[in-house]
């Protein structure tokens, strides 16, 4: 049992570290293609305001729990969230090198979808209430967010577009160059916000399972545990995805990257404080992207490139459904 659970403790890490370590170029990738920011600043910014978020998350963690699934006690459920978390890191290395943003909490819950699966089918106890799971925290947000986004970030380059209309294009963009800098760090906060509540969850149901914590209490070092963790993949920083989305997805001048930016933190706030409802940044973020760069005179979206992101996007939770269940097959011996 120790074994497993810190084996559960490791997978959690590199999952949250992974995340920052992707979802990082996410976050400040329009504030470096508008030259709002150097990379290295960008960076750093990002990780300070992750960090800060995920260690405020810890407050939205009982709520989200409260909306997730039951995990059974001992080895099994240990070896369903091994098996999960795998299966998610293993997508996300994969979506990484090929350059696509991708959402690591669908990820996440759809390994454990799968490993719930494949206990089943051994005739071992799946997870409790993952149905309702699946098509709230995966189904539901993987249809709406993306054209919510889409259409806040089309909608809102009309009254920024309004608020600068008696200013030089490079005045305006100027202007709009600085307060990139506050949107940048808005979306990392709403991130760390956001995906600070995956991995501290996952860490308290591995807690439970393995009969060493109590239901409702949350130690002070599980936050900061995923804070860390978060943060360091941050601030290790991987830019195929932002090269993706500032140059072969849209090419955007800086006030739609700003409008982008403030689009994809507000609905991150919304979702995490307002409505305790996971949404993935990647999903806000690229949506937005491409929202406020339809809005412009002249098309400068990829479509083919777009297509392929959305394809991903929808190969996700089958993606990683199966490699769940497959991580728990091969895992099984040690229930």
Do not use: K
């Not at 973020?285 to 002249?298: C, K, Y």
């Amino acid at each position: 049992m120790p074994f497993l659970l810190g084996a559960v403790l490791v997978a959690a890490a590199v999952f949250a570290f992974l995340n920052g370590f992707r979802d990082a170029s996410t976050a400040v990738a329009l504030s470096v293609r508008t030259r709002a920011l150097t990379p290295t600043v960008a960076v750093l910014l990002a990780g300070l305001f992750n960090c800060v978020g995920a260690v405020l998350s810890v407050y939205a963690v009982a709520v989200f729990a409260g909306h997730l699934f039951t995990v059974p006690a001992g080895r099994t459920g240990l070896i369903m969230l091994l098996a999960g978390l795998s299966g998610a890191c293993l997508w996300g290395l994969y979506q990484w090198w090929r350059g696509y943003p991708s959402s690591s909490t669908h990820a996440l819950i759809s390994g454990l979808v799968g490993a719930s699966l494949g206990s089943a089918a051994l005739g071992h106890p799946p997870l409790q209430g993952i149905n309702g799971t699946l098509l709230t925290l995966v189904v539901l947000p993987l249809l709406l967010s993306p054209v919510i986004a889409f259409v806040l970030g089309f909608a809102a380059v009309h009254p920024t577009s309004w608020a600068f209309r008696n200013t030089t294009p490079g005045r305006a963009f100027r202007r709009t160059r600085q307060i990139q800098s506050v949107a940048g760090a808005a979306v990392a906060f709403g991130h760390g916000l956001q995906d600070g509540q995956r991995t501290t969850a996952v860490v308290l149901f591995a807690l439970l399972a393995a009969g060493v914590g109590a239901e409702g209490n949350i130690p002070l070092w599980v936050p900061a545990f995923t804070a860390v963790a978060l943060t360091a993949g941050t601030l290790a920083g991987g830019w195929r995805i932002s090269y993706t989305l500032g140059h072969r997805l849209v090419r955007l001048d800086p006030m739609r990257g700003f409008v982008a930016e403030i689009v994809a933190a507000v609905l991150l706030f919304v979702g995490a404080i307002g409505l305790a409802l996971p949404l993935s940044t990647t999903h806000t973020v690229t949506a937005a992207i491409a929202g406020a760069g339809r809005n412009q005179r002249f098309s400068v979206a990829n479509g083919r490139i777009l297509g392929r992101i959305v394809w991903m996007w929808v190969a996700t939770p089958f993606a990683c459904a199966f490699l769940g269940a497959l991580f728990f097959l091969a895992l099984s011996p040690l229930a």
